[in-house]
């Protein structure tokens, strides 16, 4: 990413998981809320998961609780985008930013030297939740286009291999939460 992000010559960035399929009508809605406010410096989409085709019936177990995750992180992220304008995390399975914002100097130092535990230990724990935890620590507004022109159709696992997406998840946002709340400090302002 930190290869790429530079030779990008267009006001918005979009990143995007190779496992994810848009809609014709993707762009223009994850677009529109950049042109509305300058304030916006990222947006995300709505997601759901891609139906296995002729799935056995564990498959259709483990589909069914991906399709429940995705659904628990969009009524989440819709949510808090229409309560208070904030996000737990920009998903980047789809997700625009401001270029300038990616190709700023200080946030690539940032992104590729990150810590946790009060810079004991090296985090890298993912693109998203730095990326959002930058942008709430240098006053940019998130925002989820949350509406089915902007749906994007994702995979999940559709075996055991999910409870350890999940345990990453999990193990991930725990890390980047703690370097908020007790580290970075910036939700408490």
């Known amino acids: 990413m930190t290869q790429a992000i530079p030779e990008v010559r267009t006001a918005i960035t979009l990143l995007a998981d190779d496992d994810v399929s848009w809609p014709r009508t993707l762009l223009p809605w994850i677009l529109a809320p950049f042109e509305k406010d300058e304030k916006y410096g990222g947006v995300v989409t709505c997601q759901r998961l891609r139906r296995a085709i002729a799935p056995s019936l564990s498959q259709r177990v483990w589909g069914f609780l991906g399709a429940l995750y995705l659904e628990r992180r969009n009524f989440d992220c819709g949510a808090t985008t229409h309560v208070d304008g904030g996000l737990p995390c920009m998903s980047g399975r789809t997700v625009a930013y401001r270029t300038q914002i990616l190709q700023n100097e200080a946030f690539t130092y940032a992104f590729t030297n990150e810590e946790w535990w009060f810079g004991k230990y090296q985090l890298n724990a993912d693109d998203d939740n730095f990326i959002t935890r930058w942008m709430v620590s240098h006053g940019w507004e998130t925002y989820m286009q949350y ?36 580290h970075e400090k910036h939700i408490w302002q």
């Open 147 to 182: 509406h089915p022109e902007a749906e994007v159709l994702t995979t999940l696992e559709d075996n055991p291999r999910f409870l350890k997406q999940c345990a990453r998840w999990s193990r991930s946002n725990w890390r980047s939460n703690l370097t908020s709340m007790f």
